[in-house]
């Protein structure tokens, strides 16, 4: 299997498997399917620990209102009485004004962030360090647990308003926003490696050979971006070690030059006649005065 490292900009974001056969464009959907479905339980996560916190998500038109501005127009929650969490509710008001603050009981609240934990840790970047490979069964895997969490805290459901309902059935409405410009549609994506694009034409052998035991650090962007910048020669650990090594190196030399003990040139290391009389054989002899 050829092992891809796939990097958007300078961040990596997963390892994933594929086979040298597969063509660019179904290659360039899977990563492209992959990076949005990451983005998508990011945005999840995200907004059930707001729901774990401060409840369901008000109506539209009571959203950023006070108590007082509500009162005054006469708007009423209709769902707050629909969605109540399992347990009974605790209230916390949300200072934002995005939810009711009625919150989840403290075992409920634990069931969600729980589960939002181990979501992340599905998707985390931190796999690529772990050499764990992700694919698309494992970000359904994340979607599922969190749905579930959820009907478990609302099994009667959350508002139709509500995000992370509209998450759920891919009905969210993410323009004018920053979580918009971060989604790569799959029409729009592209692949390098090398400096090079890969053509949606082509097949990955067209460009790593037939040697299924390759791994390539590919990078994905949108269309029209250009050419992404070239990987760095070195990592950054690799720079941080020779600076580390450079620095010691410095310090030793000044340490020499400050000494002015010269009794070093007596050592064994610093006769420069050793390799000679090592080659003659007479490396051991010792002279003795008459």
Not at 2 to 11: A, Q, R, T
């Amino acid at each position: 299997m050829v092992l891809l490292h796939v990097k958007h900009g300078d961040e990596s974001q997963f390892l994933l498997e594929t086979t040298v056969s597969v063509s660019i464009e179904d290659l360039t959907q899977q990563i492209a399917k992959i990076y949005n479905g990451r983005l998508k339980i990011q945005r999840i996560c995200a907004e059930v620990e707001s729901l774990a916190e401060h409840g369901i998500f008000l109506p539209p038109n009571m959203q950023g209102l006070t108590d007082e501005q509500i009162e005054e127009l006469k708007l009423k929650d209709e769902w707050a009485e629909k969605c109540i969490p399992s347990g009974g509710s605790i209230f916390k008001k949300d200072e934002i004004g995005r939810r009711n603050g009625h919150a989840p009981n403290e075992k409920m609240k634990q069931v969600l962030k729980a589960t939002v934990e181990e979501a992340k840790a599905l998707i985390s970047k931190k796999q690529v360090q772990a050499n764990v490979c992700v694919n698309m069964d494992m970000v359904k895997d994340a979607l599922d647990q969190l749905r579930g969490a959820v009907m478990i805290v609302y099994p009667m459901g959350l508002p139709p308003y509500d995000p992370i309902k509209m998450e759920f059935e891919d009905k969210e409405d993410l323009s004018g926003t920053q979580a918009a410009l971060e989604i790569i549609e799959e029409s729009e994506a592209q692949l390098w490696w090398a400096a090079k694009q890969l053509k949606r034409t082509n097949q990955l052998s067209d460009y790593v050979g037939k040697n299924e035991k390759t791994k390539i650090i590919v990078k994905m962007q949108k269309k029209g971006q250009g050419a992404p910048a070239r990987e760095p020669v070195i990592s950054n650990e690799e720079h941080k070690q020779m600076l580390l090594f450079y620095h010691k190196r410095q310090e030793e030399l000044k340490k020499l030059e400050e000494n002015d003990d010269d009794s070093f040139l007596d050592s064994e290391w610093a006769d420069s006649q050793a390799l000679k009389r090592h080659f003659h054989g007479v490396k051991d002899i010792k002279w003795r005065p008459r």
